[in-house]
RNA sequence: GUGGGCGUAGCUUAGCGGUUAAAGCGCCUGGUUGUGGCCCAGGAGACCGAGGGUUCAAAUCCCUUCGCUCACCCCA
């Protein structure tokens, strides 16, 4: 580096990261928490996996052409030449954890969640970041769509749960090994005339995704889009059943959805039910929470064949919406005693008092030395402390303590022993 | 990777060619000896993102650069 940068620039959190700082906290408490006791309520269990792996588990599962792998992957090699990547997204590593845990001989399916953070080198904006933080779950080891239906519920679940009600649920299919192809090939065929009357986004979409057609935004792009052939009529007979037995669940779990065949997925690993919960309104990062079916992920990995279903939450985006619904979130723990001290030696004695208050469950905290008490009980309100115990020369004479509350102003001596139960 | 907007105290911003750069919030101190939320007074705190150029004179104009931000692609 030439230049000699400012000193704030170097030390600035690195592109696309942020600071999570105390007043943020009680919001991404409020998530994890959520998240976590939805999980219980449906037997889902935690999992933690390393925040890098060997590239190649992310490489080998995510397929060719797939933006997040082929640009966005934080890639490096460490002493040992390995080549290791920092998580992109976290079905790969819970697959690969569950391949060599043997968990294919535990009940299936195996329910698992994590919350953790994953890695993504793009250009940074408005609910994306490089280090994002994600909610997931995953059920391994069963094709059921009564999996997938579960897996929904608790979708759902989480959402009501969370508090967030103005959200739309989209599902689709979009197939499997055995019908996709055939269908891709149908809808090339359909656009290849076409692409003059197509964005420039689309031309390149018909190379490199070809299904992101039907998810463009483009006014011009909508006709075709209208026209173009469905999916849903060229499923194979599985899928169909498949996803017709899935809706029905949905339905009789009286749980509402739309299905939309723009929903579709970057990673070539997903197959049959896909889904996506979006805001009702809508900004540019919309996408709250997305999920599907990845029957063929296990075997990428090298493994046996093993169905799985799971999704993905970024806490990020959760709370812009939390925030734009106006959810009301638990405050941090509040603050019972302030105990301001007045004289040479009563700082000693309050730090005894704090510890009696904090050994009865009580959050507690000592005045700062060598301020006033007009001082000290600024702090103490800006705190939101319920009580003030004042320690001044008369109190510490007589071993006695200066009680004020101070949302009623009472104000009464009572012994220092008797602080800590005198707090209500 | 592409395009738009913006970079002035901790935060939000005013100032947009001319003396020691301003306000609100926050922080600190005081308004008689030991008492909060209101009010009043005072104080600390900014090399005006960085580098170069134009000019008698630049935070103010021009160029470059870095950063932030929003959007596209893609995605949580």
């Given at each position: 580096m030439a230049d000699s940068p400012t000193r704030s620039q170097k030390l600035?959190?690195?592109?696309?990261t942020a600071d999570i700082l105390p007043d943020e906290a009680p919001y991404w408490r409020y998530v994890r928490d959520t998240a976590e006791r939805v999980c219980g309520l449906f037997g889902y269990k935690r999992i933690d996996t390393p925040i890098f792996e060997d590239a190649g588990v992310y490489l080998r599962t995510a397929g060719e052409g797939t933006d997040v792998l082929d640009k966005e992957m934080y890639v490096f090699e460490d002493r040992g030449e390995n080549v290791l990547a920092l998580r992109p997204e976290g079905t790969a590593g819970v697959v690969r954890a569950y391949l060599q845990h043997g968990m294919a001989s535990l009940q299936q399916p195996v329910r698992l969640f994590y919350v953790a953070p994953n890695f993504r080198y793009d250009r940074p904006q408005a609910g994306r970041y490089r280090q994002h933080t994600q909610f997931g779950i995953e059920a391994i080891g069963d094709p059921h769509p009564l999996v997938d239906a579960e897996v929904i519920q608790l979708v759902t679940a989480f959402f009501s749960e969370l508090g967030l009600r103005d959200y739309t649920l989209k599902v689709n299919t979009i197939g499997d090994s055995v019908c996709r192809p055939a269908y891709i090939e149908a809808l090339r065929a359909y656009y290849r005339p076409r692409l003059d009357d197509v964005c420039a986004d689309c031309r390149q979409r018909f190379e490199t995704n070809p299904m992101r057609l039907l998810d463009c935004k483009e006014q011009r792009c909508q006709p075709l889009i209208a026209d173009a052939p469905k999916l849903i009529d060229h499923l194979c007979d599985d899928c169909r059943q498949h996803f017709e037995a899935l809706l029905g669940y949905l339905g009789a779990a009286s749980i509402a959805y739309v299905v939309d065949p723009?929903?579709?997925?970057?990673?070539?690993?997903?197959?049959r039910t896909v889904w996506e919960c979006h805001p009702?309104?809508?900004?540019?990062?919309?996408?709250?929470l997305s999920g599907g079916r990845y029957d063929g992920l296990a075997e990428l990995l090298g493994g046996p064949r093993t169905p799985g279903i799971g999704f993905g939450s970024g806490f990020e985006r959760l709370i812009i919406n939390l925030k734009r619904a106006d959810v009301t979130i638990p405050d941090d723990e509040p603050l019972a005693l302030y105990i301001a001290h007045l004289t040479e030696g009563a700082g000693a004695v309050a730090l005894r008092i704090a510890a009696a208050a904090r050994a009865s469950g009580k959050a507690a905290m000592v005045g700062p030395g060598g301020r006033s008490l007009k001082s000290q009980m600024k702090h103490a309100d800006s705190r939101g402390a319920r009580y003030v115990a004042i320690l001044g020369k008369d109190e510490l004479a007589a071993g006695e303590v200066t009680l004020r509350n101070l949302s009623d102003h009472g104000e009464r001596r009572i012994a220092i022993a008797d602080v800590a139960d005198a707090l209500a």
């Open positions: 600035a959190a690195p592109r696309g723009g929903v579709v997925r970057g990673l070539d690993y997903y197959t009702a309104v809508e900004g540019a990062q919309s996408s709250l």
